[in-house]
């Protein structure tokens, strides 16, 4: 079965970056360089946080702006991306309505969700989830 990462429930992020240490943690790295999911303020601890990742659309923008064919639509939403194809434009980045694609400046390329569910297993508040896509 698919699967995808789910936002739960936006207003339990506490804005630890938990989900985006352990999403860099793919490449062996530490720090947030490369991570595929972002939090970001929404204006101060009032108005809490915005998770930025992929919500697996069924009709990627993504993907109808990439010239070379590199972002493909994957099964059960979202996409994949082959780097080899990639020539670095960016339009993914701008094409994406949700600002869910990042740029991974030492590969100079996507850095693009691969719907691994690690994040949600370090997620304290279970903010994000693996979910079936049905």
């Not at 993504?62 to 099964?75: D, F, Q, W």
């Amino acid at each position: 079965m698919v699967k995808r990462l789910s936002v739960v429930d936006v207003d339990l992020c506490v804005g630890c970056q938990s989900c985006m240490f352990a999403c860099n943690r793919r490449f062996g790295e530490a720090g947030l360089g490369r991570s595929a999911i972002h939090i970001q303020s929404a204006g101060g601890i009032e108005r809490g946080f915005v998770v930025r990742v992929c919500r697996s659309c069924p009709d990627p923008p993504c993907s109808k702006v990439c010239p070379t064919g590199a972002l493909t639509k994957r099964e059960g939403g979202g996409v994949r991306l082959t780097y080899s194809k990639c020539i670095a434009c960016g339009n993914c980045v701008r094409g994406c309505t949700l600002g869910a694609i990042f740029w991974d400046v030492e590969l100079d390329k996507p850095t693009v969700c691969v719907y691994c569910g690690y994040c949600a297993g370090f997620c304290p508040y279970g903010v994000i989830r693996m979910e079936e896509v049905a």
